[in-house]
């Protein structure tokens, strides 16, 4: 080996030992990331099925709204086509007996005022181009509704038969309205929720609800599907979509909706609309004191969209 290369090697040696503040580049790495699990999510209890739907009608009956709650109902509706109906209503709740006044005029809509010079010898004419009817009428509709859940079941009263045995006593059974089934547990707008199949056991007409989505911590109903809304036309046939809502703490229908197809209007068979979607939805709750009783006559008309 040369002298260069000699002296070479032993400067690479000394560099190489003494370098105590030479750090290779991977050093400088942050290090490796350690993924700390997630904790589990608590284990859903389940529950018997009828214990779930007792403690969701008791914290139905368990609500207490003001005498007076005033709020906007807002319609939506699409027509084939793809034309869309929005209009909004000022509505008065009269919580006691449930009643709902609506005024007649929307305070928004979509549609265009009709000219107040306009004359109509048949229905429709003279209707500017364009404008939607309301699927069902002006909505007389509650917030609070609850959909018969704190209906009062009847009790069954069983009387032991005379016979040479000692009786304890009689029995008092509570009748239920519907067959209860729970389908799992599911999780719904960020609820973790019992999925309740519901079966009436009397008139299917009058005990319409087939699902309900129950939250598995409080009870609360967060969702449910029901078989008609309304008591009388067309929207009493309907499957219905129901989501709630809370404010402030009071358990209200943040809206419900219908994805059915059906024909409504028109004259002698011409005319009308086909309806591919229609929804009411709840805003802007304030409680007032004291109301005027004309709120809930005045511009009453005829509707379908009352529920009973």
């Not at 009058?206 to 009388?232: K, M, P």
């Not at 979509?241 to 404010?247: D, G, N, R």
């Not at 409504?264 to 011409?270: K, V």
Request: charged content about 15%; hydrophobic content about 35%; overall charge negative.
């Amino acid at each position: 080996m040369s002298p260069q290369a000699v002296l070479m090697a032993a400067v690479l040696a000394v560099t190489s030992a003494g370098s105590s503040h030479a750090v290779s580049p991977a050093a400088h790495a942050p290090p490796p990331a350690t993924r700390t699990p997630a904790p589990a999510p608590a284990p859903v209890p389940m529950l018997d099925p009828y214990s779930i739907y007792d403690r969701a009608v008791e914290y139905v009956r368990s609500q207490d709204y003001p005498r007076y709650i005033a709020f906007i109902t807002t319609a939506r509706a699409q027509v084939r086509g793809g034309r869309w109906l929005v209009e909004q209503f000022q509505s008065t709740l009269f919580t006691p007996n449930d009643i709902v006044g609506t005024a007649s005029r929307p305070v928004s809509s979509t549609n265009r005022e009709p000219s107040p010079y306009g004359f109509s010898l048949f229905p429709g004419w003279g209707r500017p181009h364009g404008n939607i009817d309301e699927p069902f009428g002006v909505p007389y509709i509650s917030p609070a509704y609850n959909f018969g859940l704190t209906h009062a079941a009847p009790l069954h009263e069983i009387v032991p038969t005379p016979s040479s045995e000692k009786s304890l006593g009689r029995v008092l059974t509570v009748g239920r309205d519907y067959d209860v089934t729970l389908s799992g547990v599911d999780t719904f707008h960020g609820h973790s929720v019992y999925s309740l199949e519901l079966r009436p056991l009397g008139s299917p007409h009058v005990f319409r609800l087939r699902e309900l989505l129950v939250d598995t911590r409080t009870f609360v109903i967060w969702g449910l599907t029901t078989d008609g809304v309304f008591e009388n036309g067309l929207a009493a046939n309907q499957t219905w979509y129901v989501v709630f809502q809370l404010v402030d703490g009071r358990w209200y229908i943040s809206y419900e909706r219908c994805y059915d197809h059906f024909h409504s209007g028109g004259a002698l068979g011409m005319g009308g609309f086909h309806y591919e979607y229609v929804s009411y939805s709840f805003t802007d709750f304030t409680y007032p004191k004291e109301t005027d009783d004309s709120v809930f006559t005045q511009g009453l008309v005829d509707s379908q969209a009352v529920q009973m």
